[in-house]
């Protein structure tokens, strides 16, 4: 069993910047396919931005030049980077780790609202 948190979630005004973190569990993170997804208030969950154990990297065109998508495997953890946010960035971030062997697990989610 693995274990998602994310974190680092807040107010911020448009054009601000936050930098969400998701902490995963096991001594394997290294080999884990990482992803953000993210719920905007009445909308489905989308996919953000996923990099692969091989530091290979995709965004949503959504957030692209705007978001960057890093990991830092000795301390088990994934970023987000998110600059010159806009209002419709508001959502509930989630952090999603897929092991090598098939298995799926989803952290709670961190909210991140964009207002003036």
């Known amino acids: 069993q693995v274990q998602v948190v994310e974190s680092g979630g807040g107010l911020v005004q448009p054009r601000g910047s936050l930098r969400l973190s998701c902490a995963a569990s096991?001594?394997?993170?290294?080999?884990?396919?990482m992803r953000w997804f993210r719920r905007a208030p009445g909308k489905q969950r989308e996919f953000v931005a996923w990099?692969?154990?091989?530091?290979?990297?995709a965004y949503a065109d959504s957030v692209k030049g705007r978001f960057t998508i890093s990991r830092d495997n000795p301390n088990n953890t994934m970023y987000l980077q998110m600059n010159s946010l806009k209002p419709e960035d508001t959502a509930v971030y989630y952090c999603?780790?897929?092991?090598?062997?098939?298995?799926?697990?989803w952290g709670q989610g961190t909210q991140v609202t964009v207002s003036s």
């Open positions: 990099i692969t154990s091989g530091f290979s990297i």
């Open positions: 999603r780790a897929t092991t090598t062997r098939g298995g799926d697990y």
């Open positions: 096991g001594s394997s993170f290294s080999t884990y396919f």
